[in-house]
């Protein structure tokens, strides 16, 4: 099997360091066959995060490249891909890191069984996680349903060191045929959005590593009071990185582990935002319909609306609630949205418009470049009340409140919402030139007034939760 050929199925793990499937790869002395397949189930996702996908694709063949090595690209079903690939090189085996969303593991089951079928070695690895999500269990061998108790079992637990990157690679004597990347457009859907965004993504693994060693050689240190702060840069912002596997989730816990043991003050909890992530795998393993059907099924009778003209005026950015739009701004800007303003902008949807949360999952998936399928899902039943929250439904975040708490002097409202501002900057401009012709908004247009009072959507909100109790 030596000089049997492997093709390397890469999908979300485009890094060379800490990249098990790499390393065992590596180790086996086998010549590789890199492969990103553009199957039906990549082609499902929203317009951003293709977008963002194509360049993280053309950034790691740059890589491989310098490797010595080319990454083969093709369109169509994986299977049907895969056996080609095999018949055109002779390979003896397939492997693949694991994903956890229910399409990808309908689709990797059932390769991986048509593969073994033919005679060909198909193999999966960890990669994308610290624990797999079947390797934490509660005391009586269940998966956990709230975050603290899942954190406490895991803060311990001891991660692998990542392995790091070859210096070469073996490739075969006669590379297959690939595809061309810009012939798959994959930035069509982004339109004019594409160039706004595009000065805001940090892409690569060397781009990923650089973002990871800034932020712990500062903000770490206070990154528990301002995390909640959308006007500071409190954050870490590797959530683009880690979505495409762009960096290794366990060199980042392995960094944040020294940070904290060097005595940085806000290690911890940044370690505690990575257990985060692994919770809404582990959830999304063990209870896949998150991200399609309410967790807790006792919310199927909730009066939820569907998409109205009241949740376009959330999608657009012109709500009337500056906090929200700001939010909202933000996403059509840079692709991205912290973490609070995710947190206001959701709850104003679900609880003040009383709209379903898969409306604002589905315009997220679209618009994140950052999107990732375990945490948008988690992060939206988790502030509609009907995933996996302690606490209860009428914890509702008031916009007004929480702009007065989290942004004080209205640096972040200012600086994407132009209409509060006589000389809006940059940023508040390309929101109108990001986002589509057909909405026709100007930054010379008055700035709306709100959609709901915001003390009788929130008391419509307390009595359909009531209702649904009665």
Not at 56 to 82: H, I, M, Q
Not at 253 to 266: K, P, Q, S
Not at 440 to 447: K, M
């Amino acid at each position: 099997m030596s000089e049997t050929a492997l093709i390397l199925w890469l999908r979300r793990d485009l890094r060379l360091g800490d990249q098990p499937m790499l390393a065992a790869a590596v180790a086996s002395g086998r010549p590789v066959v890199p492969v990103f397949i553009l199957d039906p189930e990549t082609e499902a996702i929203g317009a951003a995060p293709t977008w963002r996908l194509g360049l993280s694709v053309a950034a790691f063949a740059k890589a491989l490249e310098g490797l010595g090595v080319r990454l083969v690209l093709r369109r169509g079903p994986a299977l049907e891909v895969l056996r080609a690939l095999v018949a055109e090189t002779g390979a003896g085996g397939v492997w693949w890191s694991r994903l956890y969303d229910p399409a990808s593991v309908a689709r990797d089951t059932a390769v991986k069984a048509a593969l073994k079928g033919d005679g060909v070695e198909a193999r999966s690895f960890a990669g994308h996680l610290l624990h797999e999500p079947w390797e934490v269990e509660t005391g009586t061998g269940g998966f956990y349903r709230v975050f603290t108790p899942y954190w406490k079992a895991t803060r311990g637990l001891g991660v692998a060191a990542p392995e790091p990157a070859p210096k070469a690679l073996r490739g075969v004597e006669r590379w297959p045929a690939s595809d061309r990347l810009e012939d798959w457009s994959l930035g069509a859907a982004m339109n004019r959005g594409a160039s706004v965004v595009l000065s805001y993504q940090a892409v690569g693994e060397a781009a990923a590593r650089a973002k990871l060693s800034a932020f712990l050689d500062g903000p770490v240190a206070r990154y528990s009071e301002m995390r909640d702060y959308p006007g500071v840069a409190g954050t870490s912002r590797l959530s683009e990185n880690l979505t495409y596997g762009e960096i290794g989730i366990r060199e980042v816990w392995h960094a944040g582990l020294r940070a904290r043991d060097e005595g940085r003050a806000g290690a911890e909890s940044f370690l505690r935002e990575l257990a985060w992530r692994e919770f809404s795998y582990h959830l999304m393993h063990h209870t896949p319909q998150i991200t399609s059907a309410n967790w807790r099924p006792e919310w199927d009778s909730f009066p939820w609306r569907g998409d109205s003209e009241a949740a376009e005026r959330w999608r657009r950015g012109m709500t009337g609630e500056p906090f929200v739009d700001a939010a909202m701004r933000e996403m059509y800007v840079t692709g991205t949205m912290h973490n609070r303003a995710r947190m206001i902008a959701g709850s104003y949807l679900t609880k003040h418009l009383l709209t379903h949360w898969k409306v604002g999952l589905d315009w997220f998936a679209d618009c994140l470049t950052d999107w990732d399928p375990a945490a948008n899902a988690m992060g939206w039943q988790w502030v509609a009340g009907s995933g996996p929250d302690a606490a209860p439904y009428f914890r509702v975040f008031n916009p007004a409140g929480q702009a007065e708490k989290f942004d004080k002097d209205a640096r972040y409202r200012r600086r994407f919402v132009a209409e509060l501002s006589k000389s809006p900057g940059p940023e508040a401009l390309a929101f109108f030139e990001a986002v589509p012709r057909s909405w026709r908004l100007r930054p010379d247009q008055s700035y709306p007034k709100p959609v709901v009072d915001l003390a009788a959507g929130r008391a419509a909100a307390l009595a359909a939760y009531g209702a649904r109790n009665a």
